[in-house]
């Protein structure tokens, strides 16, 4: 694995990837109580199924920068790259649409700092992996291009038989 082959775009997906497992830690959600110090939950408490999602997501990112560092040819870290923001443009979506209808009574439901900080790192992902996707830049030191120049025809001797003006035939070669 040679990590001298990342771009940039991978290295924001590298951190933001990391960034979202350490932030599904803090605090999402929390109960807006009256007497304040209400009970917070993270990403892991707070939901049954997009918890796993997002760490799905999150090895995905880990897993288009392991195939960039590892490949030579660009074609498996350009169709993860795809794949991941696709993926990423609609765990977005899905998870700012979480955000602004959090769970339970939105009366008694506030939203934390780790709420928006995922969200941050989702959209880090996403924006990463369309960056590494549209970056075309290989490893592989390209040629200059130069235009192809015309043959010039070569100049026969004095005294030879294209010199003199004839055309060889068949009969010629039997001499």
Not at 118 to 143: F, H, K, N, Q, S
Request: proline share 9%.
């Amino acid at each position: 694995m040679d990590v001298g082959r990342l771009r940039k775009g991978e290295w924001l997906v590298a951190a933001a990837s990391v960034a979202l497992l350490v932030v599904m830690f803090l605090p999402w959600f929390g109960e807006d109580s009256p007497a304040g110090g209400g009970a917070r939950s993270s990403a892991w408490q707070a939901f049954a199924v997009w918890d796993v999602v997002l760490a799905a997501f999150a090895a995905m990112g880990l897993g288009l920068v392991a195939l960039a560092a590892s490949r030579r040819a660009p074609a498996a870290p350009v169709a993860t790259a795809v794949l991941t923001t696709g993926v990423g443009i609609v765990l977005c979506a899905v998870l700012l649409l979480r955000l602004l209808f959090p769970p339970g009574p939105n009366e008694l439901v506030e939203l934390s700092y780790g709420a928006w900080l995922g969200l941050l790192c989702t959209i880090g992902i996403a924006a990463g992996a369309w960056i590494a996707m549209a970056d075309e830049r290989t490893d592989a030191a390209e040629p200059p291009f130069v235009p192809a120049q015309p043959v010039p025809p070569e100049v026969a001797p004095a005294g030879s038989v294209v010199a003199d003006g004839r055309v060889p035939s068949a009969d010629d070669d039997r001499d």
